[in-house]
């Protein structure tokens, strides 16, 4: 519960600065410009949490998280509509499944990056602890696992449990300030983006019909010949 409560920033905030993102977009037309600005608070907040310790104060690091969530969430709601910009509406459902592949694939590796990050580290940094068989334990990719809070307090020696601490607050360092190399490549990246100029008409000439009904068909008619044809009791007409 406590956990949720302390990456509340990160989630509302996010939200609100996707609905923002959308707001901007409509407005103004142009999403390269928001993109750059998306990129500048995430790549700032990942400096910013790379300095945090255990004395960083509650205010502190919920003030990074929303800084954080202003670039993420600004980004989110803006990314589909550059992908189909440049697309006819008629591939609107194809270019969305592709993106949203593209979206969850990237979303894997943003979860198994940082978690060979962290576990490296600790496996580099556990070999200081005086307790040799906790720095077993951090080793061999397994480092992620015990970082929780119900192993931490588990220890019952305070010299010792302020050592695994440290261990694990440089390895969140170390996988921070990559992140600020993966976002300041994506910032990089989004000057050489092109940016095409949002349809304000919509193509409406694709899409499924709706079968006419019977009394709607003109009298005479073949259709309507057949039609009755067939109430009747007999076949097609010859």
């Not at 959308?22 to 407005?27: A, P, Q, R």
């Not at 580099?124 to 040799?132: E, F, N, P, S, T």
Request: aromatic content about 10%; proline content about 4%; charged content about 20%.
């Amino acid at each position: 519960m406590l956990s949720g409560v302390d990456t509340l920033p990160t989630f509302a905030g996010g939200l609100l600065c996707a609905l923002l993102g959308g707001i901007l977009l409509s407005k103004t037309g142009r999403y390269k410009p928001l993109h750059l600005i998306a990129y500048m608070p995430i790549t700032v907040a990942f400096g910013l949490f790379s300095i945090m310790d255990t004395d960083t104060h509650p205010a502190a690091w919920a003030w990074f998280q929303l800084l954080c969530a202003a670039g993420s969430g600004l980004m989110s709601g803006i990314l589909l509509p550059a992908v189909q910009a440049p697309l006819d509406e008629t591939y609107v459902a194809t270019s969305t499944g592709l993106w949203s592949f593209a979206r969850y694939f990237g979303c894997i590796w943003g979860v198994a990056i940082p978690s060979a990050i962290f576990n490296n580290e600790c496996s580099r940094l556990a070999g200081g602890l005086a307790d040799k068989r906790i720095a077993d334990m951090l080793t061999g990719g397994r480092a992620y696992q015990y970082a929780t809070a119900a192993f931490v307090n588990g220890i019952e020696d305070e010299s010792t449990r302020r050592e695994i601490v440290n261990v694990f607050t440089g390895a969140l360092r170390t996988v921070w300030l990559i992140g600020i190399a993966f976002a300041g490549v994506g910032f990089l990246l989004v000057f050489v983006e092109q940016e095409i100029g949002l349809r304000k008409d919509l193509n409406t000439e694709f899409g499924m019909e709706e079968r006419k009904k019977d009394d709607d068909l003109p009298r005479g008619s073949d259709d309507g010949m057949e039609l009755s044809a067939i109430r009747a009791g007999g076949g097609p007409p010859s």
